[in-house]
């Protein structure tokens, strides 16, 4: 019998995986197998460029196929593409320019999110196409930086189509914007606001409110000049999950917390979550938060 792209891939991270240690990789904030393989899959293709260098290159393009189903690709830090498994038209060609559909610029994505330390697997969102297929689809990819034995510096990344949403990538976005308030002050809110930032992606929209619920930036307009009171929302169960977060984060960082929302295409009720985060901006304090799918059992 024929193997699979997919089950070649599989074995070839099995491959990896036995003869390289996965130290420095905690896999167990993820919730789904999809999300786990993805990293184990190009962590592993990081430590084979880091060890073997350009070497590792050309086997990739020798064995093309074995990289297709995770899109493996390799980009040099001036946006050059040095390796693309399902895509060898855009190889030796700069791509830094190139926006998705939504007007993200997916490498300036990339490049912050490998230097940040709260997205340490280099997660970035967005919309690309399926090889060989007309239609943009959402993208998850997660990057490592790799010095080659050469001395030269690459960035190795890889992604899946149609991902199921980790909270993780809320709490990336998150703890990231913190962070930029901490270091930037008001300057910061109008960056975490910009639709096209790595604070919004899919359903997830990163937005920041007062202690009394007013909003500093929306989670749901473009622009906070129409104020809702959060703490006044309800679910579809008459939960109010911004209340009873501010009631629970006090003494503590950050929360969770679980409430119920209507399925967008079913309109049967579903389980979201919303991570909040405190900090202080002008010696006022403020929440910092986003709303995700709560992953299922798989």
């Known amino acids: ?153 690459v960035i190795v990344g890889g992604g899946i189509n149609y991902p199921l949403e980790e909270q993780e990538f809320a709490r990336i976005a998150v703890d990231s914007a913190v962070n930029l308030i901490r270091e930037r002050g008001k300057e910061a809110l109008e960056l975490i606001a910009d639709a096209h930032s790595s604070f919004n992606f899919r359903d997830v929209k ?16 473009s622009d906070s000049l129409h104020q809702t009171n959060l703490l006044a929302c309800r679910d579809e169960t008459g939960h109010q999950p911004f209340e009873r977060a501010l009631q629970q984060i006090e003494g503590q960082d950050a929360v969770w917390q679980i409430f119920m929302a209507k399925n967008r295409y079913e309109r049967n009720l579903v389980k979201k979550t919303l991570y909040l985060r405190k900090t202080v901006l002008d010696n006022e304090t403020l929440y910092v938060g986003a709303v995700t799918d709560l992953p299922q059992t798989p």
């Open 206 to 221: 990163v937005f920041a409110f007062r202690p009394d619920g007013t909003n500093l930036i929306s989670p749901v307009l």
């Open 1 to 153: 019998m024929k193997c699979t792209g997919l089950v070649l891939s599989l074995l070839l991270l099995l491959s990896f995986s036995c003869s390289r240690p996965e130290e420095g990789v905690d896999l167990s904030v993820y919730k789904y197998n999809d999300t786990r393989n993805l990293v184990r899959f190009v962590y592993s293709a990081a430590l084979k460029l880091q060890s073997e260098g350009v070497s590792a290159l050309a086997e990739f393009k020798e064995r093309r196929g074995l990289y297709a189903d995770y899109y493996l690709y390799v980009y040099d830090l001036e946006g050059v593409n040095v390796f693309h498994a399902g895509m060898p038209e855009l190889e030796n060609r700069n791509l830094r320019e190139i926006r998705d559909k939504d007007g993200k610029r997916a490498l300036d994505l990339v490049f912050e999110a490998v230097n940040n330390p709260e997205n340490p697997h280099g997660w970035v969102h967005y919309t690309w196409w399926e090889p060989g297929k007309f239609y943009p689809v959402p993208k998850s990819s997660c990057h490592f930086k790799v010095k080659l034995p050469e001395g030269k510096e």
